[in-house]
């Protein structure tokens, strides 16, 4: 191995011991603002408490998906939990780059924004043209979904009642309750939707 080599690979593992080191604290310190014991937080994240005290004490980094239950126990984002993680080891994909899904003549268009196989974890920006769609078939039998309006207004309609949101409401369901997605407006509406894979049943 050549010496630039190994000099760049120290730096890389310095590096990610201390972005690890960062998001452990920040994730102590929000629990303690919160008041909420290691135990509270596993509870309400289904985070194990072991877990959880590896990634506070700095020793293990979480993925995407642990990284969302705690964000949503802690009741914040994952940006504002490691901010440091987002500037210092960037993840830069093109427009031009990105896996682009499209339905019902483009009318339905997801850019794939990133997938966590381990995790079953997926995460796409969806283009909802004027009109009304059946469930987009990329989330047939999947499992819980969260959906944040980004631009424009949605309706959710489910077997026995029909939500409107506008932009920036969310919403969480299981994909096999949502019946149609509607645009009522004559504009595009822009979502982010968050899509839990459906575990292998044992």
């Avoid at 690890?20 to 008041?35: D, H, M, N, P």
């Avoid at 939707?193 to 459906?198: A, D, E, M, R």
């Amino acid at each position: 191995m050549k010496k630039t080599e190994v000099l760049e690979n120290q730096t890389k593992t310095e590096a990610e011991e201390l972005l690890t080191s960062v998001l452990g604290l920040t994730i102590k310190k929000r629990r303690i603002e919160l008041g909420y014991s290691m135990e509270r937080v596993s509870q309400i994240s289904n985070v194990s408490r072991g877990m959880l005290g590896l990634i506070e004490s700095g020793k293990t980094t979480p993925s995407i998906g642990i990284l969302w239950k705690l964000s949503k126990a802690l009741r914040t984002t994952i940006a504002e939990m490691v901010p440091d993680l987002f500037l210092r080891n960037p993840k830069i994909i093109k427009k031009e780059e990105a896996r682009i899904l499209k339905l019902h003549k483009g009318n339905l268009e997801a850019r794939a924004l990133h997938k966590d196989e381990n995790e079953k974890l997926e995460l796409y920006e969806i283009k909802v043209a004027p009109g009304s769609y059946p469930l987009p078939s990329w989330f047939e039998n999947q499992f819980e979904q969260n959906v944040v309006v980004l631009d424009g207004n949605l309706e959710l309609n489910f077997r026995d009642r029909n939500y409107f949101l506008e932009s920036g409401d969310s919403a969480i369901f299981l994909a096999s309750d949502l019946l149609q997605i509607k645009n009522a407006a004559d504009s595009i509406a822009k979502i982010f939707w968050v899509n839990s894979l459906q575990h292998d049943k044992k």
